[in-house]
Every structure is written in C-alpha cells, then in structure tokens.
Antibody, heavy 121, light 110 residues
C-alpha cells in the first residue's frame, strides 16, 4: 500500500531551525519527484519546494518565499525526503504537506496527512 | 496575493451546475496544464482534474475541467452536499520555475 507520512512538526521559536521528514512506503521512492506544500491557518495552498527523482539528477526548485532559507533533500535508500527550514519566521507557521505524482497525472496526486509547524516565541 | 485568480466563494443548490474560474497568465495557465484540487481542511488536498480536463480515477463524471488561453474552469454538475469544500487550481509557472496556485474558492451547497 502506498503511504506518505510527514513528521517533525511542532512549536519552534522565530529565528530557529526545524527539519521535516516525509517517509514513504509501498513503492520505489527513488523513481518519484517529491514536493512540499504548506497551508497557513485559514489560508490557501502554497507550493514550497520540489526535488526531482534520481533519473533527473535530484535537482531542486524553491518558492521565492523560502529560497535561501529552506533546503529540500532526499535519501532514496531510506525512502525519505527532508525539508530543512532555517531562520524561521511567524509567516512560516503552517501545515506542511509532502506529495508525489504517483499516478502519472503530471501533478501531485498522492499526499501525506500533513504536519503542523508553529513558529512563535 | 495569489498568482492565479479564483473567486473566493461560490454557491449552488443541490442538483445545480456550478462553475469555478481560474485566471492566470501566459507563463502558467497559458502555456501549461491546469490541475484542480478539492480540500476539506484540515485534510490534504485531493486531485480532481489533471492536464486541464482529465478526471482523476474515482472522481465522479459530475466534475469536468476546461481551459482556454490563460483561463481555466472547473464545472460541477448535479451539485451534492458532499461537494461543499475548498477548490484550488494549480499550474506550473515557467517564469518562477515552480508550481503556483489560485487563492481557492469556498463552495457552499445551500
């Protein structure tokens, strides 16, 4: 069974760092690109970062709002993708989702359940 | 402010047809496929329409998507109470090399 699960969320102080994990099972993780999205309380969806699969060199893309602060990476041997978040601000408070294009839709058709990151002093 | 523009709200009565619009630009909707997601917060989004007009497996044929130029729309016919949710359009944007979303439309079934 295909499964994605985010972890690593919690309460963090402004200016600090947090690392999120997206753990996968039930498929060959290395064959799939992974993206992180977020949704601030009461707000819409926002794409955060994207990492291509090994066939495309694992290259990355970032939203302007997080570029130079967040880093997406992957460990295909462990079937995990990471989102390292540095210099966090209150505007980064959101539920963070990871997702893949499992069914070949060209977009993200399989999502984890999300993990909440709350940035507050 | 979102890169693509959706109406913040829409409504209809059971059985009606409702259309949700999504206006983008040449760098996103105008040159790439559009995707439509349904979300019942705090759950994760669910992909309804991919490549502008194809229904994801398991999605009722009451849902349909279309695109013309830099605008797209999601139509829901035979509206049902369980369709009450937030709907988002999304597309790859060549100018930012990333995915962009509409601001979302909250659909109310009266």
């Amino acid at each position: 069974e295909v499964y994605l699960a985010e972890s690593g969320g919690g309460l963090v102080q402004p200016g600090r760092s947090q690392r999120l994990s997206c753990s996968a099972s039930g498929f060959d993780f290395g064959d799939y690109a992974v993206s992180w999205f977020r949704q601030a309380p009461g707000k819409g969806l926002e794409w955060v970062a994207f990492i291509r699969n090994r066939g495309y060199g694992g290259t990355t893309e970032y939203a302007a709002s997080v570029k130079d602060r967040f880093t997406i990476s992957r460990d295909d041997s462990k079937s995990i993708a990471y989102l390292q978040m540095n210099r966090l601000t209150t505007e980064d408070t959101a539920v963070y989702f990871c997702a893949i294009d499992y069914y070949g839709s060209g977009s993200f058709d399989f999502w984890g359940q999300g993990t909440l990151v709350a940035v507050s002093s | 402010q979102s890169v693509m523009t959706q109406p913040p709200s829409a409504s209809g009565t059971p059985g009606q047809r409702v259309t949700i619009s999504c206006f983008g630009s040449h760098s996103n909707v105008g040159s790439n496929y559009v995707y439509w997601y349904q979300q019942l917060p705090p759950a994760a989004p669910k992909l309804l329409i991919y490549r502008s007009e194809k229904r994801q497996s398991g999605v009722p044929d009451r849902f349909s998507g279309s695109k013309s130029g830099a605008s797209a729309s999601l139509a829901i016919s035979g509206l049902r109470s369980e369709d009450e949710a937030d709907y988002y359009c999304a597309a790859w944007d060549d100018s930012v090399n990333g995915w962009v979303f509409g601001g979302g439309t909250k659909l109310t079934v009266l």
